[in-house]
């Protein structure tokens, strides 16, 4: 029996998430296993006047990719891949596994040649986004292989996915644009703000924001959403952070990150565990010792941590950073192959102060927005 919430989910990410037009060309990126959202996704794109081009992958196919692919294969890219980046209108793209573990022994090193080889992809699409060139929606299809990495089954994950996107199952598309206007008002206190203090167990952090733009996501990038954020002024960045979560990257858990900032920069790192990978995919090129994005999580949905960057960076009462490309549009001008969010918890004893005055204390905001 079909799930009724799935076709919910695709009318929100094509008619309010990136708003296809007609004579939009609409480019569905996924996975076999997330069929049902796909097939969606798939007709609502039709109904609304788009030109859907499915590019679609193979359970497995990136770990046999990295297994066997030579210098030349890994930084070869296809040129489907640069029209659709570089033309299209509108990018969807469906994140479904059904091993998160598969890439945990792939040579970093390999990964980090990926990432350098798509690096001009990558800051053009984010140049696109900037200026409003294409509009672009990341989503999660439950399986089993969340499921268990949240520690759930896969029936209470997939309550807690749909229920993360449609707080108002009856309303989505009311819900978001209702968010989207609270949310508005933390932007406009934060216009024109200095300096930014965090503070937290093992964390004593400043930067600044500077001519720096804030934005509001409000679902239409990412679903769920729930979360301000800028790019911090790149030399800024003083002080030590210690992540209270895992940080994953590229399906390779680190655990216990903390590290240590001077004039922007990351002078020392380390983990409790896969500390090599950690400072190899700093190391991937100059700008991913520095920060590109600064954000606070909104969403009070989402509670626990659940091994998934796309609902954990939004945790109510935590706050994030990401290591390398900066997104334009906030005035960052950080760039970078890579881009890792990294989450800190706030809600035991954490404090966010700008320009002095107290915004955040213990995961709430103490201004009433």
């Known amino acids: 029996m079909s799930d009724p919430r799935v076709e919910k989910l695709a009318d929100l990410l094509v008619n309010y998430s990136t708003a296809v037009k007609p004579g939009d060309k609409v480019v569905i990126n996924g996975s076999c296993l997330a069929e049902p959202l796909i097939k969606q996704l798939y007709a609502k794109v039709l109904r609304a006047g788009g030109y859907p081009l499915l590019m679609m992958s193979l359970p497995g196919i990136d770990e046999i990719f990295y297994r066997n692919a030579s210098d030349d294969q890994l930084r070869f890219i296809h040129e489907p891949s640069k029209i659709t980046t570089e033309t299209y209108d509108v990018s969807i793209t469906v994140m479904c596994s059904d091993n998160t573990r598969a890439m945990n022994h792939v040579d970093p090193e390999k990964m980090v040649k990926r990432s350098q080889a798509q690096h001009d992809l990558f800051v053009n699409f984010l140049e696109r986004m900037a200026v409003g060139k294409v509009r672009w929606v990341g989503v999660l299809y439950p399986t089993n292989a969340y499921a268990q990495d949240a520690e759930m089954s896969l029936h209470d994950y997939e309550d807690f996915v749909y ?36 503070t937290g167990p093992e964390t004593d952090l400043t930067l600044s924001i500077a001519g720096r733009t804030f934005i509001n ?49 990351v002078v020392k790192a380390s983990a409790d565990k896969n500390e090599d990978f950690l400072l190899q995919t700093l190391d991937t090129d100059e700008g991913g010792r520095f920060v590109g994005e600064f954000a606070i999580g909104t969403n009070e949905g989402i509670t626990q ?52 005055q107290l915004l955040y204390k213990d995961g709430k905001f103490v201004i009433d927005f």
Request: negative net charge.
């Open 305 to 356: 941590f659940t091994r998934e960057i796309l609902f954990d960076e939004k945790i109510g009462g935590s706050f994030h950073m990401a290591l390398g490309a900066g997104f334009p549009e906030t005035g960052s001008h950080n760039e970078s192959a890579i881009h890792w969010d990294m989450i800190c918890d706030l809600r035991q004893g954490g404090e966010i102060r700008v320009d002095d």
């Open 217 to 265: 996501c409000d679902g239409r990038e990412n679903m769920p959403d729930g979360e301000v954020f800028t790019g911090p002024v790149e030399e800024s960045v003083n002080g030590q952070v210690y992540f209270s979560y895992p940080a994953i990257y590229n399906a390779r858990e680190v655990t216990g990150v903390r590290l240590w900032f001077e004039n922007g920069k």
């Open 163 to 198: 229920r993360a996107c449609m707080p108002d199952i009856n309303d989505p598309i009311g819900y978001w644009k209702r968010f989207s206007q609270k949310q508005a008002k933390i932007v406009e206190w934060l216009k024109g703000k200095e300096k930014v203090h965090v």
